[in-house]
């Protein structure tokens, strides 16, 4: 099989033919139907987290959605031809053991979910990383709920998400944005308000607000913004300090906490909302020869959208 093999820091992906995988015990085999970039993987070439990876030289993708091609020994729950993701976790494929930037991959399956009929591929597989991070933001840590009013702050890959994850939940959203190019497609999401500012909407009285952000000056404009008693989730890391009025905090009472990438469960829950067609994510369909052009297009910052390889 052909697969997008990294061979060492800043290097570039390297396209090789390697054995298709065949399953051990516990384990199933996937024909890769679409595999999302991630920042992760900027991150894994230029050094940054490559201390994550179980092995060099490894196949990296670790938002893989396909069919089950292959099954080991004792496993069940899963047949050959079901439609499956793999949450992206760092015992998985694409960190741990080789991933989905290939035409098969292995994979345990107590890690894998079942994908319903009614969520595509190039879905699924954002689904598997992205969109579960931002339903573990919004719903797990930031307990949204319908009638509540909440503030995204950032309108990328996550937090569009995370708007959109708010909305089904039934709060009125608030965006702030420093990107005004980005201002439409906000409002298309029939949002409450849209700045570049969280604390525009400080007299919104904001029960939750989240921080896709992270570069420090944005946490504390959330510790303006949030209403008395309210909840603040940390979710972006663009920095990794900031400084954050304590008297605002003690005296607003404000309950501030992070949040991390997700669980398996939440995995399935962004593929139901996906499947009644209230999440969506902002996806470039792209070749598998074209990978690792668009992981330079993302370190370069000219990707507006999640980068999709399609087999």
């Avoid at 920042?39 to 089950?68: C, K, Q, Y």
């Amino acid at each position: 099989m052909r697969a997008w093999q990294f061979t060492g820091v800043n290097e570039p992906l390297q396209l090789v033919e390697l054995p298709e995988p065949t399953p051990a015990a516990g384990e199933i085999v996937l024909a890769v139907k679409a595999a999302g970039i991630c920042h992760s993987d900027v991150s894994f070439i230029d050094g940054t987290i490559t201390s994550l990876l179980g092995h060099i030289p490894i196949v990296l993708g670790h938002e893989t959605a396909g069919i089950v091609t292959a099954v080991g020994e004792g496993v069940t729950g899963f047949a050959v031809g079901d439609r499956v993701g793999i949450p992206a976790t760092t015992e998985g494929p694409g960190t741990a053991v080789d991933g989905g930037f290939a035409e098969y991959t292995a994979v345990e399956a107590r890690l894998a979910v079942h994908v319903p009929d009614a969520v595509d591929f190039e879905q699924a597989a954002p689904a598997m990383d992205a969109a579960r991070t931002a339903y573990r933001a919004v719903e797990t840590f930031g307990h949204v709920a319908a009638g509540m009013n909440v503030g995204i702050i950032g309108f990328g890959g996550l937090g569009s998400l995370g708007a959109q994850i708010a909305k089904a939940a039934g709060a009125t959203v608030y965006v702030a944005e420093v990107n005004e190019s980005a201002w439409e497609r906000v409002k298309e999401l029939g949002v409450g308000g849209v700045s570049a500012d969280i604390r525009d909407f400080e007299d919104a009285g904001l029960d939750v607000v989240i921080d896709f952000a992270g570069f420090g000056t944005t946490t504390a404009s959330a510790v303006d913004a949030v209403r008395h008693g309210g909840r603040i989730v940390q979710i972006g890391l663009a920095r990794e300090t900031a400084t954050l009025s304590m008297q605002k905090i003690t005296m607003k009472e404000i309950t501030l906490v992070g949040a991390s990438n997700g669980e398996k469960s939440e995995a399935e829950a962004v593929l139901g909302l996906i499947a009644t067609g209230a999440l969506r994510s902002h996806t470039v369909p792209i070749p598998f020869d074209r990978i690792p052009e668009y992981i330079g297009k993302l370190t370069s910052g000219e990707l507006a959208g999640r980068a999709v390889a399609l087999l």
